[in-house]
């Protein structure tokens, strides 16, 4: 009898923690959003309804659903906006953002942002909003940029706005040289490119290892790059610690060829496995504030971090080799520099690197809309 | 669109525990169904949350069966003490069994005080900060504190595109309601 019910009062309290009360989250004291005064995107009202906190053992999971609805206050088209989200008391010094790119926001116009996150911390914590909400930048035709610009949401939106205005050109070009055929033929195929894009999981820590466990020995494994035809900088040697499914601190070499000075590179990233399987396996940024490459110079782009690899929920992908290519460039004077069409094609990287923000928008807008969509979408701007 | 496999099948394929026939016949479903997906990703997390059911302590038999014979051959040798001074050995027997009961009810109440039950310890995760894509979105992890930003609005979770940069991992995706393509970054501690 002692037994019995020994064992049901262990179930009993397993299920108590695993299953827990749901409670909704007060918005006001759960959420803090922060615009500037001078903003010129306001908020008009923010939904939280769907949001709920769990008890899960002894833990808390508070999974948050936000939906703002901004309006463009300014006097210019908003092309692109980044939101700073952070989580002080569950992930110190942690922080997350959500940009949303090829936007096309005329003044009045409003908006939705919507934030989706959840959050894992223990029961016992401090007061406090769970979750702060904050302006890092705005995007307006002919790059103009506003804000705090804490995340460099500058450069990551002025890129997506050279990729857009890139790609419309590209599609603009096959509307007018092969017709609304020729448009169709490239939605279907930039479709099947981003379905078929092979895809890789991947883990990322700060320096050290990602896992303790790679038994595999280590070795120094170079670098192959691709060459883009125009880019200002050339990638001349690089390497990373590979042992096994696991790189780290890949370390690339690059020489400025141009004219102008550079202060920051990005390189793309590709991983071979032995079954000869390439993916893209992500980016080497120059570290902020750490490169300046005047004309002729030749520096180092280095990221203290492991990467592990790994694919259908968690089976690992050994690296048999790695190539680099220069994804992005920003020069000192605040200009970018992105890679072309065409080079992307005759590279073979048109397959492998995702479609910008805005042929995925387009693609998807064929889909939902229809050609006609698209195309009028083109001639707007 | 096939059936949906039943929640505890689900579960095991999260868990990595079905066999090679059933995974490959849930793992087709998974890949095709964004709510399955959603369901395998919620179990793979509450694995991760959920205190690890700790194996059964390790028990010494050999240990237990020397202090058994040990004790009962104590018991025996007591008895024997205290029936020495006796002339009729009416007793002998009494006491003797007695001691042997006695000694066999203690190690029964030990053993089953003693026996192995799961214990539940509290979440100990590794304390290194890590990022990581999973199909429901992106995590930053420390100890036991997580913050993950969801693509649970995506239009086709199997076209969300991950990319790792430097400390930031990001996902990129077309949102089902809005129709936007929203660019979720979050950033290593």
Redesign the interface.
């Known amino acids: 009898m002692f037994m019995r019910s020994k064992v049901a009062g262990l179930i009993f309290a397993g299920a108590i923690a695993l299953c827990g009360q749901e409670t909704k989250l007060d918005p006001h004291s759960s959420i803090q959003i922060n615009f500037p005064t001078d903003s010129p995107v306001l908020q008009l009202s923010t939904n939280v309804d769907e949001s709920r906190a769990t008890p899960r053992g002894g833990a808390m999971v508070v999974d948050l659903h936000m939906s703002l609805s901004l309006r463009n206050s300014g006097s210019r088209n908003i092309r692109g906006i980044t939101l700073m989200v952070t989580a002080q008391e569950v992930t110190p010094g942690g922080k997350a953002s959500v940009a949303v790119p090829s936007l096309d926001v005329a003044p009045g116009q409003s908006f939705p942002v919507r934030i989706d996150l959840r959050l894992l911390r223990p029961l016992q914590a401090g007061g406090g909003p769970l979750v702060k909400v904050s302006l890092d930048g705005v995007l307006f035709d002919g790059f103009d940029f506003y804000g705090p610009n804490r995340l460099n949401s500058r450069r990551s939106m002025t890129v997506w706005e050279m990729e857009a205005q890139r790609d419309r050109q590209h599609f603009k070009s096959v509307l007018a040289a092969s017709g609304p055929a020729g448009l169709q033929r490239e939605m279907l195929d930039s479709l099947a490119r981003q379905a078929e894009r092979p895809r890789i999981d991947v883990r990322v820590s700060r320096g050290g290892r990602a896992v303790s466990s790679a038994a595999a020995p280590e070795h120094m494994a170079r670098f192959a790059f691709l060459k883009m035809p125009d880019s200002p900088v050339e990638a001349v040697d690089g390497w990373a610690e590979v042992a096994a499914n696991e790189a780290r601190t890949p370390t690339i070499q690059v020489v400025n060829r141009s004219s102008k000075p550079v202060d920051y590179v990005e390189i793309g990233w590709l991983v071979k496995d032995p079954q000869g399987h390439e993916f893209l396996a992500g980016s080497v940024p120059a570290a902020e504030g750490d490169l300046f490459l005047p004309p002729g110079r030749s520096g180092r782009v280095l990221q203290d971090t492991a990467l592990r690899f790994s694919r259908n929920a968690g089976e690992p992908v050994s690296i048999a080799s790695m190539t680099g290519f220069v994804s992005q460039v920003e020069f000192a004077d605040g200009t970018a520099w992105v890679p072309n069409r065409l080079a992307l094609q005759l590279s073979g990287l048109l397959r492998m690197v995702a479609a910008s923000p805005e042929e995925q928008r387009l693609a998807d807008l064929y889909r939902t809309k229809g050609l006609n969509a698209v195309v009028e979408e083109l001639r707007k701007r | 669109m096939t059936k949906h496999p039943s929640e505890a099948l689900l579960a095991l394929f999260a868990g990595?525990d079905l066999g090679s026939l059933r995974r490959w016949r849930v793992?087709r479903h998974v890949a095709a169904c964004t709510e399955c997906q959603l369901e395998?990703s919620e179990f793979?997390e509450?694995r991760a949350?959920?205190?690890a059911m700790m194996e059964p302590p390790e028990i010494s038999w050999t240990k237990l069966a020397v202090e058994m014979k040990a004790n009962i051959r104590l018991g025996l040798e007591a008895g024997e003490c205290v029936s020495a001074g006796r002339s009729d050995g009416r007793g002998i027997f009494n006491v003797r069994a007695l001691a042997v009961c006695g000694s066999l009810a203690l190690l029964l109440a030990a053993f089953?005080l003693e026996r192995p039950?799961?214990r539940?310890e509290?979440?100990r995760a590794t304390e290194?900060?890590?990022?990581?894509?999973s199909g429901s979105?992106i995590q930053?992890k420390?100890g036991?504190?997580?913050?993950?930003?969801?693509?649970?609005?995506a239009?086709d979770a199997?076209?969300v595109?991950?990319?790792?940069?430097?400390?930031a991992?990001r996902a990129?995706y077309?949102?089902s309601?809005?129709?936007?393509?929203?660019?979720?970054?979050?950033?290593?501690?």
Do not use: C
């Not at chain 2, 290194?128 to 894509?133: K, R």
């Not at chain 2, 595109?161 to 400390?167: E, I, K, Q, R, V």
């Not at chain 2, 309601?177 to 501690?189: L, P």
């Open positions: 990595g793992e395998v793979s509450l949350a959920v205190p089953l039950t799961p539940i509290p979440v290194a900060a890590f990022l990581e894509s979105g930053s420390t036991d504190q997580s913050i993950m930003l969801l693509n649970t609005r239009r199997r076209n595109d991950y990319l790792a940069s430097g400390n991992m990129r077309v949102d309601e809005t129709g936007y393509v929203t660019v979720n970054n979050v950033y290593a501690q």
